[in-house]
């Protein structure tokens, strides 16, 4: 296998420009690619070196010292569709040199690693594809039956995809792509034969939208209401894998309803932060000790996620509605595979009145699932870039509400008081009562306090201690 590197020169390894034609032509060797600031600006020639290099079987490194330039994000983009992992930023170009590349060739990344260093956008531009390639299935199949439930379930992608298409258009005209020319020409007219078959069914679909609206402002009015839309959503469906009927919901108050539940805890998960689950698992585990009655509620939409999970029940409307009796005074912990207002509603009116109701949103949704004079809200951020994109859009108006790493650069107008979430050394290996222990001791890194005392006084949770 040889080795190449591309726009860069280093011992070992043979190297050619981002013009030459041969990069083509390689296959089955080691690519390192390098994107300086010097060709940054030559999108088509290095988005289709790299496209090629990838189709010829090679392994790409992709090294960049700006993450921010449009060349960079189209290329990290490409290489995150077809599995690759290898995109590294860095402060200068200079810093490549033969031990860095060794560290990098026996490293093997993940998709964790690029929403953490490159950004959550490159690794989102993956999840449209499997929409559209189900479109192009039934369409295919000319099955308009299972078609027209697909339009109903996936109703707002499809109320969108006119400026889902344009976007992938502007795309194709910044990259001067006839590759792309082509795949948009080839959506447009399955985007043509779609509205065909919507246009057959806008009688059908009219009912279906007047009647969800109708169960929306049942939702609003009446909780048990609430129950039988989810009931009879869930047995219209039948599904056999969990996944989110409810597109819509509102966010409930809990002074707007007979809370019995005394402190409330939100979590609100805005970009993956390592480490969190474990916190709030212990977290979890310390109230109980202390002898806090508590009940800790999961809110995830993403059927990647469920297998994580076990053994936790994982709950949508269906099994809800024939389990409730269990998992709302038995279980201390489950799974809600879809925003259904109900849940909430049983286990903060519930008789067993609970001490703290833990609640982790990890929907990836701007609006939220509770507020209240009693609820307190943390916000989950990972870097300074996700915070500046949604703080305005989130009203995060204190870094004191985030929750983030210990290396994290976030910093408001209040500067960096944020909560930060430590790495501890072996913790897979400790006992439970050892890990408990870990987090109670841990100390914020802005904070002259642990991270535990930090978060139950900022929530108030102390009075019920003393």
């Keep these: 296998m040889e080795?190449?590197?591309?726009?860069?020169?280093?011992?070992?390894?043979?190297?050619?420009?981002?013009?030459?034609?041969?990069?083509?032509?390689?296959?089955?060797?080691?690519?390192?690619?390098?994107?300086?600031?010097?060709?940054?600006?030559?999108?088509?020639?290095?988005?289709?070196?790299?496209?090629?290099?990838?189709?010829?079987?090679?392994?790409?490194i992709f090294i960049g010292d700006d993450t921010?330039?449009?060349?960079f994000k189209s290329v990290a983009s490409l290489m995150v569709t077809y599995g690759a992992y290898d995109i590294y930023s860095i402060a200068d170009i200079s810093d490549i040199t033969g031990p860095y590349v060794k560290t990098l060739i026996e490293r093997t990344p993940d998709i964790t690693e690029i929403r953490t260093y490159i950004g959550g956008d490159v690794s989102a531009y993956n999840d449209i594809i499997p929409i559209l390639f189900g479109f192009e299935s039934f369409v295919e199949q000319g099955d308009s039956e299972n078609l027209k439930k697909f339009i109903e379930e996936h109703m707002s992608s499809i109320e969108n995809m006119s400026s889902v298409i344009n976007n992938l258009k502007k795309k194709a005209d910044l990259l001067d792509s006839d590759e792309l020319f082509d795949k948009i020409e080839s959506l447009?007219?399955?985007?043509?034969?779609?509205?065909?078959?919507?246009?057959?069914?806008?009688?059908?679909?009219?009912?279906?939208?007047?009647?969800?609206?109708?169960?929306?402002?049942?939702?609003?009015?009446?909780?048990?209401?609430?129950?039988?839309?989810?009931?009879?959503?869930?047995?219209?469906?039948?599904?056999?894998?969990?996944?989110s009927?409810?597109?819509?919901?509102?966010?409930?108050?809990?002074?707007l309803m007979r809370c019995t539940a005394k402190i409330?805890?939100?979590?609100?998960?805005?970009?993956?932060?390592?480490?969190?689950?474990?916190?709030?698992?212990?977290?979890v585990e310390w109230l109980k000790v202390n002898n806090l009655k508590t009940k800790f509620v999961i809110y995830d939409t993403s059927t990647k996620m469920y297998r994580k999970y076990q053994p936790l029940t994982v709950a949508d409307g269906k099994t809800y509605v024939a389990d409730k009796d269990t998992l709302i005074n038995k279980a201390e912990k489950f799974v809600v595979a879809e925003p259904i207002p109900a849940i909430l509603h049983d286990i903060?009116?519930?008789?067993?009145?609970?001490?703290?109701?833990?609640?982790?949103?990890?929907?990836?949704?701007?609006?939220?699932?509770?507020?209240?004079?009693?609820?307190?809200?943390?916000?989950?951020?990972?870097?300074?870039?996700?915070?500046?994109?949604?703080?305005?859009?989130?009203?995060?108006?204190?870094?004191?509400?985030?929750?983030?790493?210990e290396d994290s650069t976030i910093e408001g107008s209040d500067g960096k008081k944020w909560l930060n979430i430590p790495y501890i050394e072996g913790y897979t290996s400790l006992t439970d009562s050892a890990k408990i222990a870990k987090y109670q001791r841990a100390h914020c890194k802005n904070h002259n306090q642990t991270i535990f005392k930090y978060l139950i006084e900022k929530s108030n949770i102390s009075a019920l201690l003393n």
Excluded: W
């Design 3 to 60: 080795n190449y590197i591309i726009n860069h020169a280093l011992h070992g390894f043979n190297m050619l420009k981002v013009d030459s034609p041969e990069v083509k032509t390689i296959s089955n060797s080691l690519v390192i690619y390098v994107l300086s600031k010097a060709v940054k600006d030559n999108v088509k020639a290095n988005y289709n070196n790299v496209a090629a290099l990838l189709k010829n079987h090679n392994r790409v």
């Design 68 to 71: 921010e330039n449009n060349t």
């Design 188 to 243: 447009n007219k399955n985007n043509e034969v779609l509205e065909g078959q919507i246009k057959a069914g806008e009688t059908k679909l009219s009912e279906v939208k007047h009647e969800r609206d109708g169960f929306k402002t049942m939702a609003s009015e009446n909780g048990k209401k609430v129950k039988e839309l989810t009931e009879k959503v869930a047995e219209l469906s039948g599904r056999e894998n969990y996944g």
């Design 245 to 255: 009927i409810l597109n819509d919901y509102k966010e409930e108050n809990t002074q």
């Design 264 to 283: 409330v805890l939100y979590f609100k998960e805005v970009t993956y932060v390592k480490y969190v689950d474990s916190f709030i698992t212990q977290l």
């Design 348 to 405: 903060l009116e519930s008789p067993l009145s609970f001490d703290v109701v833990i609640i982790y949103d990890r929907m990836h949704n701007t609006k939220d699932l509770i507020s209240g004079n009693n609820v307190t809200k943390f916000f989950i951020i990972n870097s300074n870039h996700d915070f500046m994109q949604m703080k305005d859009t989130l009203k995060i108006s204190s870094t004191g509400n985030i929750i983030t790493s």
